[in-house]
């Protein structure tokens, strides 16, 4: 090869390059739009017919004086989900993360000693247990 046509070659190589970058710079976009276009999306909520709403302050103190102090958290729990039992008579419980946080928010040492909860109950005889607001 003439050193003249090695500069050709060079910018044939470095146009190559960056045609390559671009396209792989194209791919990469149109694969973003693709992933943006088809997002999941949820299954709106359907509205369940809520046969039974109430609002109850749970004592939770038992769990301070029963066994072992690193147990606590999980007994108030426990002592949660039956109280719920007792007085709702569900199938099922469902208890909704923001209450189970605010009952480990202190640790497992020190739950609350009471908390404010909302059960309500649907008409396939499934309760949900929520905060109660204020």
């Known amino acids: 090869m003439t050193p003249e046509e090695q500069p050709e070659l060079e910018g044939v190589e470095e146009i190559s390059e960056t045609e390559e970058v671009e396209e792989a710079i194209e791919e990469e976009a149109e694969a973003e739009e693709e992933v943006t276009e088809v997002p999941t999306e949820a299954p709106p909520e359907e509205e369940e017919e809520i046969v039974d709403e109430r609002i109850y302050t749970v004592p939770l103190r038992k769990a301070y004086w029963t066994g072992s102090r690193l147990r606590r958290a999980k007994r108030a729990v426990r002592i949660l989900r039956e109280f719920v039992e007792r007085h709702m008579k569900p199938e099922e419980i469902h208890i909704q993360p923001e209450v189970n946080e605010k009952i480990w928010s202190r640790g497992i040492q020190k739950p609350p ?22």
């Open 113 to 134: 000693r009471r908390i404010r909860i909302r059960a309500t109950k649907n008409s396939e005889n499934l309760v949900r247990v929520y905060l109660a607001e204020g």
